[in-house]
């Protein structure tokens, strides 16, 4: 049955507060339903039924991945091809594309990171600590990951703030303004055209876009558009969604004195208080292209539509999580799909979890008390990753 | 997550895939940690069977 249901990933009730519709849609009868809105597609909001889509990528293919279609024109020009490998890269390709970025995101390659991280932590805690409130979200969370991103690619940290302005245009204002997204993608791509030029003129070792340069896929070079692509799915994928993540889970944590008192009390909930804050809060939602006509679970999807992969919908799933909409820090089975399912599951959920842990960590330490400021005030961004964008807290 | 729910059992190799750290039966002290590790595991890929 298709349902038009109109609903709009980026209705101002629907980002700030998605449960209930997520909720309502997951009981009904009709637990996928359609929306014509931003291109059309289809929402899913059952955990099941999300995680056959992550895993049967040959029918759900990862042509495109973003919400809403390309803005006209991105796939002419000299970088039309540029994607974001392996996320955008399906079977056989998406094996070696995947492969080749795995060891820097091994446990072992992202505890390299890890002091400095804390450092870097504790300096922006420094920066607001006396003034007694910050922006737990624009002060802190959004200024950890596009850190710890710019040191693995090797590239200025000091064009942060320039990294993150991109990364907000090509994938947050940009997807409801495609003039926008289209220009922050090609600043993206133009700036590692550089940075790749850079390195071939002059060498370098230790960093990832070397470390592309260097490696040979039988044989060969790896394509340039790899490379660049890989560089632009750093950004894109490695800084918004983790800072979404610490955001989200910081604006928890500020409502919530009994949980810091228990995280207080009780350092040992950690690794099962971070995996339930990215149960609840899971940032991020990814797309699906339909490959050829199919009835999947009564819906008729056609070749070529789109299907959203709503992972925070999964995670309050009922079926899956007891009290889903509880935040349970010592939750003990926690199958949350955060980081996806299957072959695309995040390849960097490691250096994810652990920015997560070392940010709340830090400011716990230094900020044991904290509360929001106004809680009307705080703003959302949703769509493709959704997250505080200003959550002023007084401490 | 195995390797963080029950590190004497799963570690990682250089990709990050999981890998299993002891041979034969899961010894009686490690098995709440075992079943952790089973019940975390997104993509069930864990059964501990008897």
């Known amino acids: ?395 | 997550m195995c390797a963080i729910a029950a590190p004497e059992i799963f570690g990682s190799d250089d990709i990050g895939n999981a890998t299993i750290l002891i041979e034969g039966d899961i010894p009686a002290d490690l098995e709440a940690k075992a079943r952790r590790a089973e019940g975390n595991c997104p993509e069930r890929a864990i059964e501990i069977v008897a």
């Open chain 1, 1 to 395: 049955m298709k349902q038009d249901t109109e609903y709009d990933i980026f209705d101002h009730d629907f980002v700030w507060n998605p449960f209930p519709a997520f909720d309502r849609v997951r009981e009904s009868d009709c637990p996928i339903v359609h929306s014509d809105k931003w291109g059309g597609s289809w929402m899913p909001t059952r955990y099941e039924d999300i995680v056959a889509i992550a895993q049967e990528h040959e029918v759900f293919t990862s042509r495109e991945i973003i919400v809403v279609p390309p803005p006209p024109g991105q796939l002419e020009g000299p970088y039309g091809g540029v994607k974001a490998p392996p996320i955008t890269s399906d079977p056989p390709d998406h094996h070696w594309h995947r492969r080749a970025i795995l060891p820097v995101f091994s446990p072992q390659s992202v505890a390299t990171y890890e002091q400095g991280m804390r450092d870097f932590c504790n300096g922006l805690i420094d920066g607001f600590i006396d003034k007694g409130r910050a922006d737990a979200a624009a002060d802190y969370a959004q200024r950890i990951p596009v850190n710890v991103i710019a040191r693995m690619l090797g590239v200025p940290v000091e064009m942060s703030d320039t990294f993150t302005e991109w990364v907000r245009g090509a994938l947050e204002v940009g997807l409801t303004n495609p003039e926008l997204r289209r220009a922050n993608r090609l600043k993206i791509i133009e700036f590692f055209v550089g940075q790749i030029n850079d390195r071939k003129a002059h060498p370098r070792k230790d960093d990832l876009i070397t470390d592309l340069l260097v490696l040979r896929v039988d044989g060969e070079p790896a394509p340039l558009e790899y490379v660049i692509g890989v560089c632009n799915l750093m950004l894109v994928a490695g800084i918004d969604t983790t800072w979404s993540a610490i955001g989200s889970s910081l604006w928890h944590l500020a409502g919530h004195p009994e949980h810091r008192a228990q995280l207080r009390d009780n350092p040992d909930l950690w690794p099962t208080a971070i995996e339930e804050f990215l149960r609840a809060y899971a940032p991020v939602t990814m797309a699906r292209i339909v490959d050829r006509d199919i009835e999947f679970q009564g819906c008729p999807m056609k070749a070529g539509d789109r299907v959203l992969m709503t992972f925070p919908a999964a995670n309050r799933d009922p079926r899956q999580f007891e009290h889903p909409d509880e935040v349970i820090l010592d939750r003990q089975n926690n199958r949350h799909v955060a980081f996806g399912a299957g072959i695309h599951r995040c390849a960097g959920s490691n250096l994810a979890r652990l920015e997560l842990k070392v940010a709340l960590q830090t400011w716990m330490e230094r900020i044991p008390e904290f509360s929001l400021v106004d809680p009307t005030a705080v703003t959302w961004a949703g769509g493709q990753v959704r997250g505080p964008r200003q959550c002023q807290v007084a401490f």
